[in-house]
């Protein structure tokens, strides 16, 4: 938020970041008494102004990127279907700011669902509208978290509790967008397939030609570095840490959608459910980092009399949350660890037995 500056105040012990616009360095309590009504409309205005074009830039990105990685000609949606997505979504957005979101957003996603026997492009339309408020809802939830150091110092009542309540916001997010493009590449894989084919060929004919081994050390050590860079990318104001999350979402809804489903869920389930959630807290971590780059800039471009010791605040609150980083690096590698150990040494035998399981002829 461009205008955004903080004000601390101290009440009952507790350091509270008092969010401000406009400049203003009033507490909240003379704010409420004297700010005339005409501001707090002003406010809403701006809020109201900013979600409408959050969610339309998201959703024009989303369109075009996934256009442009699936080689179809700009000029093929710009005439027609981009100036439908941004329609769809001002008319979501709308709904939501009017406390609709809950039946808007399950209105179209039935319509979405709907359209998809009509013609897919609809359907996909009808996602990229609901993708961009959810992910505009998730983001002011993880940006406006009350748990978070920005909002309160009492964190050390119950450790892990209060880990969670940090965190559970960019999870969300991160699991959102994974499950989502996991869905959109298993039904879309026809659009998605220039994306993503090389990369399953690839893996397949390492496999096959022995480069890519199957064997605890090196599935850790492959996918510990796609994890971090996971992490890394949220240096890049997460820009790397969408793209591989949407990317190996994307591949294993390719390959849900080309292989037997059976067979793909037998030999993916026994170590995939916790690899993939390492990866989904991978990209939780990638968003936490940018948001303390965030914080960060924050603290840079506040002006105030005492705005050296509020750029320390800042400081300690960026490192703070770096820490919870760090910690969850170390839940990521535990489980890698553990899926790698099953893929190496149990995914065949467990997956050859739920495979029979499931094709396992009917007694006559």
């Excluded at 748990?147 to 960019?170: A, F, G, H, Q, W």
Aim: glycine share 6%.
């Amino acid at each position: 938020m461009n205008n955004e500056n903080e004000y601390y105040q101290e009440s009952s012990g507790d350091t509270r970041p008092i969010i401000f616009f406009n400049d203003t360095k009033e507490s909240l309590d003379n704010e409420k008494e004297d700010q005339p009504l005409k501001e707090n409309t002003d406010f809403t205005d701006k809020t109201t102004i900013n979600r409408y074009l959050a969610t339309c830039i998201i959703s024009i990105l989303i369109y075009l990127i996934c256009a442009w990685g699936s080689k179809i000609a700009f000029t093929e949606v710009i005439d027609l279907e981009l100036p439908l997505v941004i329609l769809l979504t001002l008319l979501l957005t709308s709904f939501s700011i009017q406390g609709y979101s809950k039946l808007s957003y399950l209105t179209c996603a039935v319509l979405g669902c709907v359209c998809y026997y009509i013609s897919p492009a609809y359907t996909f339309m009808f996602s990229t509208s609901l993708m961009s408020n959810i992910i505009y809802d998730i983001t002011q939830r993880i940006y406006f978290n009350k748990k978070d150091y920005s909002y309160t110092e009492n964190y050390t009542s119950n450790m892990i509790l209060s880990y969670v309540s940090r965190m559970k916001y960019y999870v969300i997010l991160s699991l959102f967008i994974f499950i989502i493009f996991v869905v959109l590449g298993y039904f879309f894989a026809g659009i998605f397939q220039p994306i993503v084919l090389p990369s399953v060929e690839g893996l397949n004919q390492g496999v096959q030609q022995g480069t890519i081994k199957l064997e605890t050390m090196p599935l850790f050590l492959n996918n510990f570095s796609v994890a971090m860079n996971m992490i890394m990318g949220g240096l890049y104001f997460s820009t790397m840490t969408i793209y591989l999350l949407i990317f190996n979402a994307l591949v294993i809804g390719y390959t849900a959608c080309i292989t037997d489903l059976g067979y793909f869920l037998s030999f993916t389930l026994p170590h995939g459910i916790i690899e993939l959630f390492a990866i989904v807290l991978a990209g939780a971590s990638g968003f936490r980092v940018t948001h303390s780059i965030f914080v960060l800039i924050t603290g840079i471009k506040i002006k105030d009399e005492n705005r050296k010791d509020i750029f320390i605040e800042h400081v300690e609150i960026c490192c703070k949350m770096l820490v919870d980083v760090l910690i969850m690096i170390i839940i990521i590698a535990i489980l890698l660890i553990i899926a790698a150990f099953i893929e190496a040494n149990l995914t065949i035998p467990i997956g050859k037995g739920l495979y029979d399981m499931i094709y396992l002829p009917s007694p006559v």
